[in-house]
């Protein structure tokens, strides 16, 4: 991520996710975007916010919610002994 990369972040403006270009960067970490649909700038709001999700919010919740599963499933099913 760089000076002027487009990003996705949450627009307060737009009410909505929208492109943003990177203003302003401390190291690796964006702090300021500005909206490329109204041109408002403000603090990088890592796309909170909103209620779409990004495609990586996505898989990671599909993703979470599979594990979720496998956990709740037990690997092996103990068998019914049954009494001799
Ligand atoms: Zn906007």
Redesign the pocket.
């Known amino acids: 991520m760089r000076l002027g990369d487009y990003i996705d972040d949450y ?1 307060t ?2 009410k909505r996710t ?1 492109d943003h270009a990177v203003v302003s960067m401390m190291k690796d970490d964006v702090l300021v975007t500005r ?1 490329r ?4 700038e403000h603090k990088y709001k890592h796309n909170k916010g909103s209620k779409e999700m990004t495609k990586q919010q996505a898989f990671d919740k599909v993703l979470a919610s599979v594990m979720g599963q496998q956990a709740a499933t037990p690997e092996a099913k103990p068998k019914k002994r049954k009494k001799s």
């Open positions: 627009c403006r737009c929208t909206c649909t109204c041109d408002f």
